[in-house]
């Protein structure tokens, strides 16, 4: 059974959802407002949050960007009513997960909150090691980068990103592997681009070389 956090305003679709993801084996827990949304969220105890961005008090971008604050990685699908590349990649900066536009299919919504709720079940049992390379040290039970002895703040994605690289330094990873061992094959491929880009602006623009037509190199 999956918990799953539905945080939306529209009756009909809490009432839908509720009813139709308990027949998937997803129990679903509602907020209408933001504000009892991230309450709830930092209670604990949710697998997957799915979050709209239309809400009567707050947008669903600011709820995320406190929940991440708060240091929650809880994975969140967002659900936004326009599919524009624009909300997509604030979604995704603010450390959404993974994103809906409205309307969207039943079964569609079910398969990714099985994928997201399942990601991170994976993430939290993968390798414990700490990672070295070069003037970097990774802790994957800390969740800590730290570079020439300061603490990197990376968002969730970021790190697995940055783990993923770091595992094999020297080595390239092919962009269709680092799809889907962090987004779990989900993503638009451009995504890896824009977290590429991130991760460079926090670690130095030659700490990850790009194989053109290939992947990326981590070569710290
Ligand atoms: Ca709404």
Known sequence: MIRMLLVEDEDRLIATLTKGLRTADIDVASARTGRD?????????????????????????????KLRAAGSDLPVIILTARSSAEDTVRGLERGADDYMPKPFSFDELVARI???ARVADE???????????????LDPVERTLVCDGV?????????????????????????????????????????LDVYIRYLRAHLGPDAIETVRGVGYRFVG
Do not use: H, Y
Not at 123 to 137: F, N
């Open 123 to 137: 993430v939290a049992a993968t390798d414990s090691r700490t990672l070295t390379v070069g003037r970097c040290e």
């Open 37 to 65: 949304g991230l309450r709830m969220a930092l209670e604990d105890g949710f697998d997957i949050m799915v979050l709209d961005i239309g809400l009567p008090d707050q947008e669903g971008f600011t709820v995320l960007r």
């Open 114 to 116: 099985r994928l997201r």
């Open 151 to 191: 603490e990197i703040p990376l968002s969730p994605r970021e790190f697995q990103l940055a783990q993923l690289l770091m595992s094999r330094p020297g080595e390239v990873i092919a962009r269709a592997e680092a799809l889907e061992e962090v987004w779990g094959g989900a993503a638009k491929d451009n995504v």
